[in-house]
């Protein structure tokens, strides 16, 4: 099956300065890839997501990239402030499957330092 | 906020109980997949539910079992409960065919 690995584990940044976080996977058929940030206590709430067939992405301060031959994507904050500071989690899934399941890395804890 | 409602917030059972999770999916959406959820980790699959049937499974036991009922509201039932199952359960619902889950608040159980 998948497996998604997920690095730093955790990242601290100066506010203004800019955060980037990684992930990999194994299944060169996973096609679908969201980042879901998760505030203290609250549900995941999708960010960002890219699909196979897109090598970047962006959305006001957030970017996301992704290299498919190496299977690796990766998150670019810019401008980084306080309310930014939470856990970011990656996924793959494999649209084509009948169960579109997302399978998570580990969390990267993102702490932005006023 | 998304509009997936999970009850109750929080839970405490104790090890060989049986438990009931319940997930009200957002409107339109008759899809619904649960996902546990350990303390410092990400997310892990527990099965996917579509027309009433479960459609997919992740690698947990029988005794987590699930329904899903005619109005897209679902259920996660975990039988015999270890000390290894106290963990936060979201669900989340998404539309057929559509690639983007959207999670509810969460339940968290403790199983002492």
């Known amino acids: 099956g998948e497996n998604v690995e997920q690095h730093p584990s955790t990242l601290s940044v100066q506010e203004g300065d800019s955060a980037v976080i990684k992930c990999t996977y194994s299944?060169?058929?996973?096609?679908?890839f969201p980042w879901y940030k998760q505030e203290l206590g609250k549900r995941p709430q999708l960010i960002i997501d890219?699909?196979?067939?897109?090598g970047e992405k962006k959305d006001q301060r957030i970017a996301v990239t992704l290299n498919k031959t190496a299977k690796h994507f990766s998150l670019h904050i810019t401008e980084t402030q306080p309310e930014d500071s939470a856990v970011y989690f990656c996924a793959a899934s494999d649209t084509r499957r009948s169960a579109r399941q997302l399978t998570f890395g580990s969390g990267t804890q993102l702490t932005v330092l006023p | 906020e998304t509009g997936v409602t999970q009850s109750p917030t929080h839970l405490i059972k104790t090890r060989g109980q049986q438990v009931t999770l319940r997930c009200s999916s957002q409107?339109?959406?008759?899809?619904v997949s649960w996902y546990q959820q350990a303390l410092g980790q990400g997310p892990q699959f527990i099965f996917q539910?579509?027309?009433?049937?479960?459609?997919g499974r992740g690698n947990f036991p029988p005794r987590f079992s699930g329904l899903q009922f005619p109005n897209y509201s679902s259920e996660l039932n975990v039988n015999a409960l270890e000390l290894d199952d106290s963990a936060l359960y979201l669900c989340?619902?998404?539309?057929?065919?559509?690639?983007?889950?959207?999670f509810g608040p969460g339940t968290r159980l403790t199983v002492l």
């Open positions: 989340a619902s998404s539309l057929v065919g559509g690639d983007t889950q959207y």
């Open positions: 539910y579509y027309r009433e049937e479960e459609n």
């Open positions: 409107s339109g959406h008759n899809t």
């Open positions: 299944d060169s058929a996973s096609n679908y």
């Open positions: 890219i699909r196979s067939n897109v």
